[in-house]
């Protein structure tokens, strides 16, 4: 039985809280969840569904990062560049050690 929380799973797999950054850029520009699910073209019960959610639709993070004009994408990025330079030292480090 795996007795780590969902948070500590996460935090190991280096899941991404987007929506944690996209309410940090909705506060400094002065807006709220509620006025940017009324912006979405996806509408406000899609946007709702999604909202909180671990994983989000590329389409609809696209439409935020428009709206917000702000690279969310970026983040997911930088943090596949991290993952994979560790993959390739975890094999550097495998592979030398044989």
């Known amino acids: 039985m795996n007795s780590k ?39 406000k019960k899609t946007f ?3 909202y909180g959610r671990k994983r989000i639709n590329t389409d609809m993070l696209y439409d935020i990062s428009t709206i917000l004009d702000h690279k969310f994408f970026k983040y997911y990025s930088d943090r596949l560049e991290i993952i994979l330079e560790k993959k390739k030292a975890e094999n550097v480090s495998a592979s030398s050690g044989q």
């Open 48 to 50: 709702n569904w999604y």
């Open 5 to 43: 929380s969902s948070k500590e799973r996460d935090e190991e797999h280096d899941v991404l809280d987007i929506w944690r950054i996209i309410k940090q850029k909705l506060e400094e520009k002065g807006q709220t969840i509620d006025w940017l699910s009324e912006q979405v073209p996806q509408g």
